[in-house]
């Protein structure tokens, strides 16, 4: 079945760093891939998506890259924020199932 | 727009209990889904509805049901409530036709069962 790997957390970087966070899945067909963001109690929100090979999502600077090659959807932002502190999601959806297979997440704090 | 709003915010309730939850979808979308969030299993699908109809299932015991109606809103119920129930549960919104491209997530119902 489908999954999605993420990098394990938590991450804790000072604020201007760079960030990234490497995601992986497996699934069959071509899944469409996304980046969700869940601020403390809070519900998530779609940071980012993309839905077919070497697409680049992007959105407040965070960016990523559908590599169908290496099966991987890593977040990268250049410079992080304060701001920027949360739990991130990579999330897949594949063929006809209406559905979002999540990874575990990865928590981040970004210290001034 | 609207955003996807789900109601209550939190909620109490004692082992055995039933409970139901409410999700009203963005205007415009006719499928809702809904997953359950805890600590140790992470984000789980439950099921999803479109246009009043169960079109996906997790896999979740019969416990867990919901329905949608005509304008879109759906509700979860949960029966016979077991501690292990206690969660985030979210609600997704998305349009249900053609490709899946995207779905917007409510702020969550927070359940506690004690």
């Known amino acids: 079945g489908d999954s999605v790997t993420q990098m394990e957390g938590p991450v804790t970087l000072s604020e201007e760093a760079f960030l990234t966070i490497n995601c992986t899945y497996t699934a069959t067909g071509y899944p469409s891939l996304f980046w969700y963001v869940q601020y403390p109690g809070e519900g998530l929100q779609l940071l980012l998506k993309a839905t077919k090979a070497d697409d680049k999502g992007s959105n407040k600077g965070f960016e990523a890259t559908y590599r169908k090659e290496t099966t991987s959807f890593h977040l990268e932002k250049g410079s992080v924020q304060v701001s920027d502190s949360a739990v991130y999601f990579c999330a897949l959806a594949s063929g006809s199932a209406r559905q979002l297979t999540f990874g575990s997440g990865t928590q981040l704090t970004v210290l001034p | 727009k609207a955003g996807v709003t789900q109601t209550p915010r939190y909620l109490i309730k004692t082992r055995g209990q039933q409970v139901t939850l409410s999700c009203s979808p963005i205007?415009?979308?006719?499928?809702v889904s809904w997953y359950q969030q805890t600590p140790g299993q992470g984000l789980q699908f439950l099921f999803e509805?479109?246009?009043?109809?169960?079109?996906n299932k997790g896999n979740f015991p019969g416990r867990f049901s919901g329905r949608q109606f005509s304008n879109s809103r759906s509700e979860m119920n949960v029966s016979t409530l077991e501690l292990g129930d206690s969660a985030l549960y979210l609600c997704?919104?998305?349009?249900?036709?053609?490709?899946?491209?995207?779905?917007?997530f409510g702020q969550g119902t927070r359940l506690t069962v004690v």
């Open positions: 205007s415009g979308h006719r499928s």
């Open positions: 997704a919104s998305s349009r249900g036709e053609g490709p899946f491209t995207e779905a917007f």
């Open positions: 509805y479109f246009s009043e109809t169960q079109r």
